[in-house]
């Protein structure tokens, strides 16, 4: 598949799937499974910024119907059946990838954090322990209780940052995630108010 630059979601290559967990149980094996997608903001509105369902072109329009859309549930799942499957989609067969997975027991553990001043850059590094490493980046605080992201992601070793950020009192930390969603977090470092 060819990467479409409209498209584009930060962090997300061309063709990716995107994966939610949905109890087995609640997966029949003797009736029809539904997939529905939906968006909570207003801006999903159109194809250019719409999570896109996957599915194969059908030759014999003429079939049954095996899409629909809604774009008049306001951001919102509908509640009741009646009215949710308001335009039907006759040329496309709608994909549905069910991907099980074991019981989640991993752990992922972030060691050998450490902070180097270099200039008014701040070099950072640090090491992974765990099975599936898919993801490190850094992160920063003023309280330690509100993280945000403050650097790019990094998807295998060696994890070295430079950050362009030294304000005084600021935290910073390493965070490290497996690909079952596990994720291991440093110990906090506060850039020092003098050098």
Do not use: C
């Not at 991907?99 to 991993?106: A, E, F, I, M, S």
């Not at 005084?168 to 291991?184: K, S, T, W, Y």
């Amino acid at each position: 598949m060819e990467a479409d630059p409209q498209a584009a979601v930060e962090g997300v290559g061309p063709a990716d799937w995107f994966w939610t967990e949905i109890p087995l149980g609640l997966i029949s094996s003797a009736r029809p499974n539904y997939l529905i997608i939906w968006s909570p903001t207003k801006y999903f509105l159109s194809a250019s910024s719409s999570p896109i369902l996957a599915g194969a072109a059908v030759e014999d329009a003429s079939g049954d119907t095996r899409a629909w859309n809604n774009n008049a549930i306001s951001g919102v799942p509908p509640r009741s059946t009646s009215g949710a499957l308001r335009t039907p989609l006759n040329n496309i067969n709608p994909a549905l990838a069910i991907k099980l997975v074991p019981t989640n027991d991993g752990h992922v553990f972030v060691t050998d954090f450490s902070v180097q001043p270099y200039g008014r850059k701040l070099v950072v590094r640090f090491a992974v322990e765990g099975l599936g490493v898919s993801d490190a980046w850094l992160e920063s605080s003023s309280d330690q209780l509100d993280w945000e992201r403050a650097s790019r992601t990094l998807r295998r070793p060696p994890y070295y940052f430079t950050l362009n950020d030294d304000t005084p009192g600021i935290f910073i930390r390493a965070v490290a995630q497996d690909e079952r969603g596990n994720m291991g977090t440093s110990t906090a470092y506060q850039v020092p108010y003098a050098r």
